[in-house]
T-cell receptor, first 112, second 115 residues
Framework: GEDVEQSLFLSVREGDSSVINCTYT??????LYWYKQEPGAGLQLLTY?????DMKQDQRLTVLLNKKDKHLSLRIADTQTGDSAIYFC????????????FGQGTTLQVKP | NAGVMQNPRHLVRRRGQEARLRCSPM?????VYWYRQLPEEGLKFMVY????????ESGMPKERFSAEFPKEGPSILRIQQVVRGDSAAYFC?????????????FGPGTRLTVT
């Protein structure tokens, strides 16, 4: 199937680390993405990783990719209240189509 | 550099009317994608277009929906004879020609409500 799976909800305290997990379907997927959506807004591309990498770091964000288990995670260090949003994982398959397949999103709640 | 622009941001249509959603890609971007987001769900791919060309419409419903990206002007997603089930947020994304469709930037979306 085409399902990208994510847990629906995560709650953390301000200053803690957040880890959002995702499992995808196709071991041949070329790119894996994390997008952030704030209420009533569009999707903001946070970061993406090419499938031949196993880690990518960008300031407070760390992406880990386990190709064997088809598992992707996003770690947010020192989580702030402004990080409260829905986080979507997505995969792109190796074809000329521009189709991204999205998970259902993880709502991150950051408590002060 | 302005981001992806979509208008209108909110659109209310009665059942049976037509909805026209517009998307202007980022400057220099020649690839456009449309996605639909139903309440409490992730985004579902609808169509991928380049100027004057539909590349992949595998996610488009077979009837009532059409999309175009003319040589001049914005991309248009058109929904004829809307039904309540068409109520959703419709997002457009664009990517530059050099990026092989893997770097997609999204607009703010058009929220369609069918009454």
């Amino acid at each position: 199937g085409e399902d990208v799976e994510q847990s629906l909800f995560l709650s953390v305290r301000e200053g803690d680390s957040s880890v959002i997990n995702c499992t995808y379907t196709d071991s041949s997927s070329t790119y894996l993405y994390w997008y952030k959506q704030e209420p009533g807004a569009g999707l903001q591309l946070l970061t993406y990783i090419f499938s031949n990498m196993d880690m990518k770091q960008d300031q407070r964000l760390t992406v880990l990719l386990n190709k064997k288990d088809k598992h992707l995670s996003l770690r947010i260090a020192d989580t702030q209240t402004g990080d409260s949003a829905i986080y979507f994982c997505a995969e792109k398959k190796p074809s000329n189509t521009g189709k991204l397949i999205f998970g259902q999103g993880t709502t991150l709640q950051v408590k002060p | 550099n302005a981001g992806v622009m979509q208008n209108p941001r909110h659109l209310v249509r009665r059942r049976g009317q037509e909805a026209r959603l517009r998307c202007s890609p980022m400057k220099g971007h020649s690839h456009v994608y449309w996605y639909r987001q139903l309440p409490e769900e992730g985004l579902k791919f609808m169509v991928y277009l380049q100027k004057e060309n539909i590349i992949d419409e595998s996610g488009m419903p077979k009837e009532r929906f059409s999309a175009e990206f003319p040589k001049e002007g914005p991309s248009i997603l058109r929904i004829q004879q809307v039904v309540r089930g068409d109520s959703a947020a419709y997002f457009c994304a664009s990517s530059p020609p050099s990026r092989g469709a893997y770097e997609q930037y999204f607009g703010p979306g058009t929220r369609l409500t069918v009454t």
